[in-house]
C-alpha cells in the first residue's frame, strides 16, 4: 500500500465546539454510527497504519488540535507515529491557497516510513528528523461572485427581517439584531460578499450567507465552495452537512499531489 489517508472525526477539537469538555465523552454521529469517543479515534487510525505500514500516512484535522490543551493531543500524535515506525510533520494549510474558492484552515499530518524517509533527509534536517517536503501553495483567490447563482431555499420570516434590516458592510445579522432588540445575537448569521472568499463553511446552512439575496446557499454553491462534484449523491444529507464535514477534495488533492511528486515518484 502506498498512501494511508484519514480524517478522523475531530469535533471535540474545533474551536466552535465545546472542546475540553467533550473529550472523553461518548458522541454520535447523523450517520447512525454506534456512539463513540471521538477524541480516541485519531490513535486508532494511528495503530491501523502500524498494522497495514503503508509507504505514506496523510491525516487531517481541525486547526484546534494544536490550540491550548488539544497540544497534548498532538504531542500524543507525533509519539504514536514514531512507534509506529513513522516520521511524522505538520503543516496548518489554508485552502483558499490551494484552489478551494473557501477559507478553510485544515491541519495535515505528512508522515513517510522509517525505512524510506531516510532517502529525503538532508544534511541539515538530521538533527530535526523530518524528511524533506513542501508543502508551500499560493493558488489565486476564487471570489464568491464568480460561482453565485442565488438560487437557494428563501429565508423564514425572522431571518428576512433581520436581512431587510442590513447595512453594507456588515459581517453578520448581530448589527441587525441589536438594531431591531436591542440585544447580542446572530453572530453565526456571516455574511459572504461577490468580491470575497468564502468564510469555511459548516454544517449549519445559516453559517455563511449571501449579502445581496435572502436566500441560503444553494446546492450548487455549497458544492463549488468546497469543490464537490455538481451530481455528487449526498445519500439523503444536506449538502451543507456532508460538505461542512468534509476536507474540500481539491485540497485533498492538492496535498496527495505533493506527496507523489515529492516522495513516492522518487522512490
Known amino acids: 500500500m502506498d498512501i494511508l489517508d484519514g480524517s478522523p472525526p475531530c469535533s471535540t477539537f474545533s474551536l466552535s ?7 472523553g465523552k461518548e458522541k454520535v454521529f447523523r450517520e447512525g454510527q454506534t456512539a463513540q469517543v471521538l ?72 508522515c513517510i516510513r522509517h525505512d524510506l524517509g531516510v532517502n ?34 428563501p429565508y423564514g420570516k425572522r431571518m428576512k427581517e433581520m436581512f431587510d434590516n442590513r447595512t453594507h ?26 468580491d470575497k472568499i468564502c468564510n469555511t463553511l459548516t454544517a449549519h446552512a445559516d453559517s455563511t450567507i449571501p449579502f445581496n439575496k435572502p436566500v441560503y446557499l444553494s446546492k450548487s454553491e455549497v458544492c463549488n465552495a468546497s469543490t464537490f462534484p455538481q451530481d455528487y449523491d449526498f445519500c439523503g444529507f444536506s449538502p451543507h452537512y456532508i460538505c461542512g464535514m468534509s476536507v474540500p477534495p481539491v485540497m485533498m488533492a492538492q496535498v496527495s499531489t505533493r506527496v507523489y511528486e515529492q516522495w513516492l515518484s522518487n522512490l
Open 17 to 23: 465546539g465545546n472542546r475540553e469538555k467533550d473529550w
Open 39 to 110: 477524541d480516541t479515534l485519531f490513535f486508532d487510525f494511528i495503530a491501523l497504519a502500524k498494522a497495514l505500514q503503508p509507504k505514506v500516512v496523510i491525516a487531517e484535522n481541525v486547526k484546534g488540535l494544536l490550540m491550548g490543551n488539544a497540544i497534548d493531543y498532538a504531542r500524543r500524535i507525533y509519539k504514536d507515529f514514531e512507534d509506529a515506525g513513522y516520521y511524522c510533520q505538520h503543516f496548518l494549510l489554508d485552502a483558499s491557497k490551494m484552489g478551494v474558492p473557501q477559507m478553510r484552515n485544515r491541519v495535515f499530518f505528512v
Open 120 to 153: 529525503f533527509l538532508k544534511v541539515s534536517d538530521l538533527f530535526n528528523v523530518e524528511p524533506h517536503i513542501s508543502m508551500d501553495f499560493n493558488e489565486p483567490g476564487i471570489c464568491y461572485g464568480e460561482f453565485a447563482d442565488y438560487m437557494g431555499k
Open 169 to 194: 458592510g456588515d459581517i453578520d445579522m448581530s448589527n441587525a439584531y441589536r438594531k431591531l432588540t436591542g440585544k447580542r445575537g446572530f453572530f453565526n448569521q456571516c455574511y459572504l460578499y461577490e
